[in-house]
């Protein structure tokens, strides 16, 4: 099966590509020809999966999947949540985020938050499917690590010591966010590959 991932981001491409696995063949927005940036103006993760994984289908006939992902901070109101990317400007710098997250943070006691993807696969069946994941755990004082991207640095899982930036992709996948999004959206592709075969 072919199914073109619709992101712009490199990281989350090899990401996904690693967790999906051989029965897929993941095509990139590269691989369809689509070269430009796009459209993200929902206020929602599932709003902004949703209009990205449209957008694809409709000007390329491909069928397609989307993601958005956020960081959600409880005291901090759920903030950046959908505005992650952009928290410090539209410029979406990484390390201008983390900075402004960790400043807003200072002095803060309760340093817990929860990540979250959802994802919008559209073309396989005559209505969108939605897939969510959620990894909680907490903001850290520093930056620590060096894989991964985003918040990955600041973002230590539940019951863990290490931040996602001090872990292998293999071992980040097992537990992320959108790693769990996409392993549902693996079992909805092999429940209905079992379908066509009966």
Do not use: W
């Amino acid at each position: 099966m072919k199914l073109c991932f619709a992101t712009n981001n490199q990281h989350k491409l090899d990401e996904v590509k690693r967790a999906i696995g051989e029965s897929v063949q993941l095509l990139s927005l590269k691989d369809i020809g689509c070269s430009e940036e796009l459209p993200e103006t929902r206020d929602t993760l599932e709003g902004n999966s949703l209009q990205k994984a449209e957008y694809v289908f409709a000007n390329y006939g491909v069928a397609c999947f989307a993601d958005d992902s956020g960081l959600e901070v409880d005291i901090l109101q759920g903030a950046p949540g959908v505005y992650s990317a952009r928290y410090a400007g539209n410029h979406r710098s990484d390390e201008d985020n983390i900075s402004l997250l960790l400043s807003n943070l200072e002095n803060a006691s309760n340093r817990t938050a929860r990540f979250r993807t959802v994802i919008t696969l559209i073309g396989i069946s005559q209505e969108p499917v939605f897939f969510d994941g959620i990894v909680k755990g907490h903001i850290t004082t520093e930056k620590r690590g060096t894989s991964g991207f985003g918040y990955d640095p600041v973002f230590v899982p539940e019951g863990l010591d290490l931040t996602f930036a001090e872990m292998s992709i293999a071992e980040k996948n097992r537990l992320s966010h959108r790693g769990l999004a996409v392993e549902e959206l693996k079992t909805y592709l092999k429940s209905l590959a079992l379908k066509r075969e009966k």
